[in-house]
């Protein structure tokens, strides 16, 4: 399997990290308070290896919105949570704590939809803005699974040949702290593509 250089992994942590700064930003303006999103970690594994992470996860229930996003490079972004954080992000976002569970799960689907959009678009947005490239995206899909639904339900690459770029990130919402994962599911030709334009990037910049 590819993988990364330390530069490489570097590079692309401090192009999310921008992302995830803006949907920080965009997620304060909708929630009314302050939304802070740590820097993120990346690991490029199998999609087996990222179905473990998600196992080791705190829950086995997990809230998630998938976007398939084409262009220089394809691929399916997926933001995820378990359930229970979900919930709280959705509380969170109504502006009131007293909701009960099944009230909550009335907004769930349209918040985290929208809290998913906000995510990917900003961190799509990153790569395309240091990239120079067009990306498109598609409308956000809100759905519930475990760790293995997420990862292999509706892909849009073959499994065979998928690979999972991982990010780990921790959202504060009213010093909550949300615990959340950033799927990005790509084949091969995709990841090289994706590798291509990072190392060139890393050229332009005098840093390779």
């Known amino acids: 399997m590819i993988k990364l250089t330390e530069l490489q992994r570097d590079a692309l942590a401090e192009i999310f990290n921008i992302g995830v700064g803006r949907a920080a930003s965009s997620l304060s303006l909708v ?15 199998r999609p087996e290896e990222a179905e473990s992470v998600l196992i080791g996860a705190e829950f086995r229930q ?21 359930e229970s954080n979900a919930l709280e992000i ?10 009960s569970l099944e009230e909550l799960s009335e907004f769930e689907q349209e918040a985290m939809s929208e809290v998913g959009n906000i995510i990917l678009n900003a ?21 519930f699974g475990d760790s293995k639904s997420i990862i292999f339900q509706g892909a849009a690459v073959d499994d065979d040949e998928s690979v999972v770029l991982l990010l780990q990130v921790d959202m504060y919402i009213s010093q909550r702290r949300v615990h959340g994962h950033i799927l990005f599911l790509l084949n091969v030709r ?10 060139r990037y890393l050229k332009e910049q005098g840093l390779a």
């Not at 919105?65 to 490079?73: C, R, Y």
């Not at 995709?190 to 190392?199: A, C, K, P």
């Open 190 to 199: 995709s990841l090289s593509n994706l590798l291509g334009l990072l190392d």
């Open 62 to 82: 997990f809230s998630m919105v998938s976007q398939e996003f084409s262009g220089s490079f394809d691929s399916r972004a997926m933001p995820v949570f378990p």
């Open 90 to 99: 959705v509380r969170l976002m109504a502006g009131a704590a007293n909701l």
């Open 123 to 143: 961190c799509m947005s990153a790569l395309a803005d240091m990239f120079r490239v067009e990306l498109e995206g598609s409308l956000p899909m809100h759905r």
């Open 31 to 45: 929630v009314g308070e302050e939304v802070v999103m740590s820097a993120p970690t990346i690991t490029l594994c």
